[in-house]
């Protein structure tokens, strides 16, 4: 599968634009991480697109990623991605082994988390965001509060990266496609 029939499989089951955005930010993170560890970028990057693409048909523990599995199949999705986006979600008690897999435990919340502190800037630019000032929200247990801060210090520990140095490159990485996540600075 290539990546624009990648984004295109995103778009036929997701119709919210900030879910949407979050799996091009996983995305971002995702091929940055495979150039650091010498992985390839192309299927690390489709792994982070595609992690979250059943969400809104399948919003639960029960149905969400395995579920959409049999839809990636179909599609012709390598096996090795599939099992990826199977092992980011914890209750499924899949190990993460490979360093794609842990990589994409620790960016999914990261990115949300990222996002959203950026969201609340009076410039709501990324540019202006680092490691301090995602940390500062990360503690305040009321905001993003859907964002899993176990998941945030377990991916990173998983992964064996200083969390600032963790959280600093993704900030890097989803700079990168700043406009197409809503986050270059553009008031709403």
């Given at each position: 599968?290539?990546?624009?029939?990648?984004?295109?499989?995103?778009?036929?089951?997701?119709?919210?634009?900030?879910?949407?955005?979050?799996?091009?930010?996983?995305?971002?993170?995702?091929?940055?991480?495979a150039v650091k560890y010498d992985g390839d970028v192309e299927?690390?990057?489709?792994?982070?697109?595609?992690h979250d693409f059943d969400w809104e048909i399948h919003p639960?523990?029960?149905?969400?990623?395995?579920?959409?599995?049999?839809?990636?199949?179909?599609?012709?999705?390598?096996?090795?991605?599939?099992?990826?986006?199977?092992?980011?979600?914890?209750?499924?008690?899949?190990?993460?082994?490979?360093?794609?897999?842990?990589?994409?435990?620790?960016?999914?919340?990261?990115?949300?988390?990222?996002?959203?502190?950026?969201?609340?800037?009076?410039?709501?630019?990324?540019?202006?965001?680092?490691?301090?000032?995602?940390?500062?929200?990360?503690?305040?247990?009321?905001?993003?509060?859907?964002?899993?801060?176990?998941?945030?210090?377990?991916?990173?520990?998983?992964?064996?990266?200083?969390?600032?140095?963790?959280?600093?490159?993704?900030?890097?990485?989803?700079?990168?496609?700043?406009?197409?996540?809503?986050?270059?600075?553009?008031?709403?």
């Amino acid at each position: 599968m290539t990546r624009d029939e990648g984004l295109a499989l995103v778009r036929e089951y997701i119709k919210n634009e900030g879910l949407v955005r979050h799996c091009l930010a996983v995305e971002a993170a995702m091929r940055a991480y495979a150039v650091k560890y010498d992985g390839d970028v192309e299927e690390w990057g489709l792994t982070g697109l595609l992690h979250d693409f059943d969400w809104e048909i399948h919003p639960t523990a029960e149905g969400h990623p395995h579920l959409g599995s049999p839809i990636l199949r179909e599609r012709g999705v390598p096996e090795q991605i599939i099992h990826a986006i199977l092992t980011h979600a914890d209750y499924l008690n899949i190990p993460r082994v490979t360093p794609m897999e842990k990589t994409l435990a620790a960016v999914d919340e990261l990115t949300g988390l990222i996002t959203a502190a950026t969201l609340v800037r009076p410039s709501r630019s990324i540019h202006e965001l680092d490691a301090t000032a995602v940390r500062k929200k990360m503690k305040d247990k009321a905001f993003a509060r859907q964002v899993n801060r176990d998941d945030i210090l377990r991916g990173a520990a998983e992964m064996g990266v200083d969390l600032d140095e963790h959280i600093s490159f993704v900030i890097q990485a989803m700079r990168g496609i700043a406009p197409e996540l809503g986050l270059d600075g553009v008031a709403a």
